[in-house]
């Protein structure tokens, strides 16, 4: 009996893996954006489905692409002040499947402070400080580090919010918009660690840090960071793994401060984004 069944199976193996490549399923490749009505300073997010890794284009610049699931895919995409709020292209590619969309950021206003700094707390600051913040803010690690919403990193109130434009000693800053938020704890009040991260950065105001001053930021994996500025102490070192909530300094007044506070800011892909929406989704 088993040589009448062998033809049988044999055939039955070469029609179950011949398929006519019109028959073959294909994953749909689906993108979705969130939030709904993003403004400027937001951060917004790209989810995907395909089959493979995608590629991701907004206004003809490629994001970094992470897979967050099975055939699921996440690219963020970061607004600030300076740039102009309307719509932005978006382009998702995967195998032979393309999406092409428009992304609306809406205007935001933001006030304007005048600001001035005593003698001594106005260095145009040094190369050193900035090479170092910038190579910082570059990082794009693969893993994801943190888990679930951002926390404050200080228990003291918000005096200054994100994005308002400044003069110092009565010129204005062209370029510049409040890259964070500022507590106004008191000198001496712990700082602690927004979300779960690696010590990527550890700057003083004795190495040349004159307008940040003591600095420490923190990559949280996958073009996020965040980091805290004017710190008195700074009880962490580069290189080390640090826990939501695990005090990594302590309030300051070091740099270009006019009074003790953390200056906190946050940042995707380089850019300095609003971290209040950090603060109430973190993005899983």
Known sequence: MGHHLLPWLVSAIVTATVVPASHQVTTPLTVSVSPDRPVLGDTLAIVINAA????????????PVFAIGPQQWRAFV?????????????????????????LWVGDRAFPVQRIWLPAGKDSPGTDFEFDRVDAFKALVSPQRLWQGAFRRPNSGPI?????VRRYYNGVFAKDYFHRGLDYAGP???????????????????????????????IDHGQGVLTIYLHLDQIRVQEGQMVEAGEVIGTVGNTGAATGPHLHWGLYVNGECVDPRSWLTQGWQ
């Open 159 to 163: 005096t200054t919010p994100y994005g």
């Open 78 to 102: 970061a607004t600030t002040p300076l740039q102009r709020p309307g719509q932005r292209s978006l382009v998702v590619r995967a195998g032979n499947q393309t999406r092409n969309l428009l």
């Open 187 to 217: 000198k001496g009040s712990a700082v602690v660690a927004a979300q779960r991260g690696r010590v990527a950065l550890v700057g003083r105001e004795s190495q040349g840090f004159l307008i940040h001053g003591n600095t420490v930021g």
């Open 52 to 63: 493979e890794e995608p590629a991701v284009e907004v206004a003809g610049k490629a994001l």
